[in-house]
Each structure stands twice: as structure tokens, then as C-alpha cells.
């Protein structure tokens, strides 16, 4: 079965650079969801849409913004990255409403040197 | 306070032996509590998820138990596999209007041994 896709896997950076991650969900899935999981800690929450609208913001910082497309994968753009910012970064997919089980991709590993 | 406490953070237990990891919650108003395994460096891949009038719930060789009175879950590995070596993490669902908020516990790491 089809599973969520992030592109890249990796990715290296460095100070004040941008980078931008991409996440194709499950087909027919209309929800996506931003987390970043540091090194050695549980995922954080950043943000999600429901029908290419934001439909929850969690602790996104001001220098990322993301948006979903019409055919409903979604971009988090990065700027200023800062070394803080090495993480893994995972999009996650539903159908429906939020409440449903999300599902993961593997995730973008970013090192910002 | 972590909202989500798990617990042991880690255990090593020979394979085929039996475990059970536990997770205990304070976030309300609950919706629904979900288990998941996340092998290092790869996405967490949902076990089982269970509202609040549901109290076990099995997938394979993991079962899982819900008390919403003591806010109190488990999950029970049965005949552990070298491949169950991971990572377990509770997470904790709100709801609230029309937002929901996921809150993850920090996790168990199992080690399974030959």
C-alpha cells in the first residue's frame, strides 16, 4: 500500500540558508501534519491543514511557513536556519476529520551546520 | 510535568518473553490514546488507537488497555521478536472545538536480545 513520501530524506544546510521539505500524503488523504523531533526527544507539533487549509498551529516558529497544494502534498519552508533547527522532520497524513489515525513518513533528517 | 508519562523509559528483555509497557496521561478532555512503534530514525507507525469507551484493543502480538478512570494505559507485547526492538510512544489526543492537539509521552525503548 502507498505510504507518505518526504523529499528529501536528507538534507545539509547551513546557517541563515532556506531549505524547503516536501510530503506527498496517502492518496485520498486530505490532512497534513508537521512535526519536529530533535535528537533524543518526542516529536513536537508545527502545524497541519485540512483541505489546503491551515487547520492547526502548533509551535512553528516564524521563520518556517508551509502550505498545502491543490493535489493536497504539502511544503515546510525553512529560512534563517539556525543549528537548533537539526532535526527530523515528519509529515504525517489522515483522512477526514484530525481525530483519525495519522500516518507517518519516514521523515526528512536536516543538519544545519 | 510531562502531560504524557511512560514508563520504564527503557527495557531489555529476551526474545520470545513477554513485556508490558505503561502510560499514564493528565491531558483532558481526552479523545482518544494511540500506541506507537518507531524504529530509530524512521517515522512512528501507529499500533493501535482507542477512544475513551474502549478499553483493550489488539493488533497481532501487541494489545493494548485503556482505564479512562485512572487515565491508565498499556501495552502488552506477547512472544517479543528481535524486529520489536524500538522505540514505544503513547499519544495522548484533545479535542477542543475545532482544533485537537497531539501529545506524545517520550517514549520506552525496548531492546529485545537474542
Known amino acids: 500500500a502507498a505510504g507518505v513520501i518526504q523529499s528529501p530524506r536528507h538534507l545539509i544546510k547551513e546557517k541563515r540558508e532556506t531549505a524547503t521539505l516536501k510530503c506527498y500524503p496517502i492518496?485520498?488523504?486530505?490532512?497534513v501534519y508537521w512535526y519536529q523531533q530533535g535528537p533524543g526527544q518526542d516529536p513536537q507539533f508545527l502545524i497541519s491543514?485540512?483541505?489546503?487549509?491551515?487547520?492547526d498551529k502548533g509551535s512553528i516558529p516564524d521563520r518556517f511557513s508551509a502550505q498545502q497544494f491543490s493535489d493536497y502534498h504539502s511544503e515546510l519552508n525553512m529560512s534563517s536556519l539556525e543549528l537548533g533547527d537539526s532535526a527530523l522532520y515528519f509529515c504525517a497524513s489522515s483522512l477526514g476529520q484530525p481525530d483519525l489515525t495519522q500516518y507517518f513518513g519516514p521523515g526528512t533528517r536536516l543538519l544545519v551546520l | 510535568k510531562n502531560q504524557v508519562e511512560q514508563s520504564p523509559q527503557s527495557l531489555i528483555i529476551l526474545e520470545g518473553k513477554n513485556c508490558t509497557l505503561q502510560c499514564n496521561y493528565t491531558v483532558s478532555p481526552f479523545s482518544n490514546l494511540r500506541w506507537y512503534k518507531q524504529d530509530t530514525g524512521r517515522g512512528p507507525v501507529s499500533l493501535t488507537i482507542m477512544t475513551f469507551s474502549e478499553n483493550t484493543k489488539s493488533n497481532g502480538r501487541y494489545t493494548a488497555t485503556l482505564d479512562a478512570d485512572t487515565k491508565q494505559s498499556s501495552l502488552h507485547i506477547t512472544a517479543s521478536q528481535l524486529s520489536d526492538s524500538a522505540s514505544y510512544i503513547c499519544v495522548v489526543s484533545v479535542v477542543g472545538g475545532s482544533n485537537y492537539k497531539l501529545t506524545f509521552g517520550k517514549g520506552t525503548l525496548l531492546t529485545v536480545n537474542p
Open positions: 491543514f485540512y483541505e489546503k487549509m491551515q487547520s
Open positions: 492518496p485520498r488523504h486530505d490532512t
